[in-house]
């Protein structure tokens, strides 16, 4: 049984393909967009047509998100498939795409299966999983990336552990590009970044915390561009976080090696003074950088350096959190606070509007090859309607996600999900 | 020396209101408040001197000392401290108990709470972990080292230890030597000494230098004879061994001999310069004890005297707002 057919009406539309930013409407049936116009109205509606007026509001495709954590399989009290699933809906994000570091890992074709028949089961938004490049994501022996992609991961990676071994990360690279099959990758150095809970600098140093240079990050990219060059394979270069790298991934798209790279939304929105009094939702992977560092971030995203933003969700929950600095874990969620952090830099003037919402949509979903993303007739219909100035303040107590350690936690932002649309159907309404 | 000590009701009268409901960095205070504690400790040293050392300005607070790490030096000195103002005080080592059960710092410290005591003296090997007991507690917080940020007491103290021995602290060239980057010691002086006008020079291999060190308001040397030349004041840090986690230096003697301070090396310093050590001392290895027990020279036993009455301070002026509450 398909859904009621759907017509937004005097919409602001966002088309990431074209870039089209302007007025617009859309009818929705059977799952997929039926009709697009760039006239605020539309003709010879049937009556059986729920009309939505969309008063002015972005009317653009859901936000794919290749970089969420949850807890299932293995700790289910962070957070589920289904919890992150519920939060996904509601910040207007459609798909996601859940970490390998799970437990048990996702390093086995029968773990990918069960991630996609618990996401079925939830019937939200659609749960894809990236499959661990090597066994227990240990960085030693390639897991079955074959038989994973098969049976429906979508890129692999070992979500927070650096790829130490150069012979493995080659052979990875060359193995699944003969797939084509994409690795991600984030650039570590393991020694440099050994315990570190922020980056080496003054602030950290004043702190008394265990911090990292950037260097760390720099030289792990280096590597990898090698790598890549080696290979010829295509590599995700997961959350770039300062300037020195992004100047090494600079000179590599120069030199057209098949390179992507993703930024988190945190890195884009907080600088290494946004940990203060020791606050601990602000302890990340990578650990947040000088402020000179973001700034030269959201230039990269707005040049198109940067090709993809990540909500980088990782729930943790309060006894993980409630400790020292150094002794918490890192991360924090993004799922419900992604598309009001992003439209923060638009409100400030850093970028348009459709190449920020092309960073969330199309750009993730040509990385992985999902056919979403697009306003096109036959596109499925995962769309986001959104008041984009409307103010909000973040209550981390009040978001849906099983953990509450958001770093917006307190934050005035701009940018309310109204409607969220999957396959056509309507999976959240505020 | 025979001082004259000043009598209860005077000493009451000048412990004034802490300026704040814990004392967890040296930014706590101003130098007027510094000069204020400092006026104050100076009663206590006279009275420490004295057959009774007791005076009531805590008669009925409780004291807890908890520390997580282990210290006799800092811990004791809290205790005579609180001790000697009539605190009611008691000594807690998680170390050996909760924390092997799972129990966190915040258990920990809603379980203290619970108790109702009125100041929580703690040490934590976690940098920012003072910082986050004093959001979950009711009571006032003192921060006796929390890892590798902070130990302000021990900056009152070598403050006072400074001033005693040369009139002032403000104008001083003091130089500290040694491992800077692990140490809290070194941090909370440098907030505390620049704050207070003198002329901090840090002294020590890169490898033992925070990053980015010079924008913290010092002079930085990496040569132990020119870090010292024309200094009053050469503070020693501990080389602390169970921080090193990889090889910082390359071996205990080539330390000593670069950076450990003898006599010869004393020679640089300004006619009259005093040594100090926050203690405890790996003799041999950052300091020779030909340089460390020379009382002409050495200011190291007077920093634990003046521990104490530091710590007085710190406690009558934290139980003095109390009283206001």
């Not at chain 1, 002015?56 to 290749?66: E, F, K, R, T, V």
């Not at chain 1, 990236?130 to 692999?156: D, F, H, P, R, S």
């Not at chain 2, 010691?185 to 490898?207: E, I």
């Not at chain 2, 009455?309 to 710190?314: E, K």
């Amino acid at each position: 049984m398909s859904p009621q057919p759907l017509a937004f009406v005097n919409a602001r539309l966002v088309d990431p393909e074209s870039g089209y930013d302007g007025p617009g409407a859309l009818i929705v049936a059977e799952g997929v967009i039926a009709d697009v116009s760039h006239e605020a109205a539309l003709a010879g509606l049937s009556p059986d047509v729920r009309v939505i007026e969309a008063a002015g509001a972005l009317l653009c495709p859901g936000l794919i998100d290749l970089r969420v954590k949850t807890g299932e399989p293995g700790s289910e009290p962070k957070e589920t498939l289904k919890s992150a699933a519920r939060a996904a809906a509601a910040g207007g994000v459609t798909s996601i795409v859940v970490q390998p570091d799970t437990n048990p890992v996702i390093d086995d074709p029968a773990v990918v299966d069960f991630i996609l028949r618990r996401a079925r089961d939830i019937e939200l938004v659609h749960v894809y999983p990236a499959g661990a490049a090597t066994k227990g994501c240990q960085g030693a022996g390639m897991a079955e990336i074959g038989l994973m992609a098969e049976a429906g991961c979508v890129y692999v990676t070992d979500a927070d552990h650096p790829i130490v071994d150069s012979r493995v990360m080659r052979r990875l690279l060359a193995y699944a590009g003969a797939l084509g099959i994409l690795v991600a990758h984030r650039p570590a150095d393991p020694w440099l970044s050994a315990g570190a809970s922020a980056t080496e600098g003054e602030f950290a140093g004043r702190l008394g915390l265990s911090a990292e240079p950037v260097a760390a990050e720099t030289i792990m990219l280096e590597r990898d561009i090698a790598l890549v060059e080696l290979t010829g394979s295509r590599m995700m270069v997961d959350q770039i976080s300062a300037a020195a790298p992004l100047e090494r991934l600079a000179r590599a798209k120069d030199a057209r090696l098949p390179l992507l790279a993703t930024a988190s939304i945190n890195h884009l929105s907080f600088n290494e003074i946004d940990i203060g009094d020791y606050r601990t939702f602000c302890k990340l992977v990578p650990p947040l950088r000088a402020e000179t560092d973001r700034s030269a971030l959201i230039d990269a995203l707005a040049s198109g350096l940067v090709d993809i933003v990540v909500s980088a969700h990782a729930p943790a929950p309060a006894e993980d959190k409630r400790l020292p600095f150094d002794e918490a874990a890192p991360g924090a969620i993004g799922l419900e606070t992604f598309l009001s952090a992003l439209l923060t830099l638009y409100h400030e003037g850093r970028m348009p509007l459709a190449r920020l919402i092309h960073a969330a949509t199309l750009a993730p979903a040509k990385a992985i090859g999902l056919a979403a993303g697009r306003i096109a007739v036959g596109a499925p219909a995962d769309l986001l309607l959104a008041d984009i100035d409307a103010p909000r303040l973040i209550d981390a107590e009040t978001l849906i996600s099983k953990s509450k350690n958001s770093a917006f936690d307190g934050r005035r932002l701009q940018g309310v999900v109204r409607m969220t649309l999957v396959d056509g159907r309507v999976v959240y309404e505020a | 020396m025979i001082t004259i000590a000043p009598g209860i009701d005077e000493i009451r009268a000048r412990a004034a209101p802490f300026p704040k409901r814990h004392f967890l960095s040296v930014t706590d205070l101003d130098p007027v408040q510094v000069a204020s504690l400092l006026d104050l400790a100076d009663d206590f040293v006279a009275l420490n001197r004295q057959k009774s050392k007791k005076i009531d300005l805590l008669k009925g607070r409780t004291l807890i000392n908890l520390f997580f790490e282990a210290s006799t030096r800092t811990q004791s000195s809290f205790e005579l401290a609180g001790k000697r103002l009539g605190a009611d005080v008691i000594n807690m080592s998680p170390r050996a108990s909760s924390i092997v059960k799972g129990e966190t710092l915040i258990d920990t410290a809603v379980t203290l709470n619970a108790m109702q005591p009125d100041i929580l003296i703690i040490r934590h090997g976690s940098s920012g972990a003072a910082s986050l007991l004093s959001q979950k507690v009711d009571c006032s917080v003192v921060n006796a080292g929390d890892g590798q940020h902070e130990h302000p007491s021990q900056a009152l103290l070598d403050a006072l230890s400074m001033r005693r021995a040369f009139g002032r602290v403000g104008g001083l060239i003091v130089a500290i030597c040694g491992d800077v980057a692990h140490s809290r010691v070194a941090r909370s002086n440098v907030a505390l000494l620049t704050m207070l006008g003198a002329q901090v020079r840090v002294v020590g291999p890169p490898t033992l230098m925070p990053a980015d060190v010079h924008r913290w308001g010092v002079e930085v040397h990496h040569d132990l004879k020119s870090g010292i030349e024309g200094a009053q004041v050469v503070m020693m840090l501990r080389l602390q061994l169970e921080r090193m986690q990889g090889a910082l230096v390359p071996s205990m003697r080539e330390y000593f001999r670069l950076w450990g301070l003898d006599r010869e090396k004393l020679a640089r310093a300004a006619p009259g310069a005093k040594v100090m050590h926050p203690g405890p001392m790996n003799r041999g290895v950052e300091i020779d004890s030909d340089v460390a027990d020379d009382l002409s020279i050495s200011l190291i036993q007077d920093q634990v005297e003046m521990g104490v009455a530091v710590r007085m301070a710190v406690l009558a002026s934290l139980a003095a707002r109390l009283d206001n509450r």
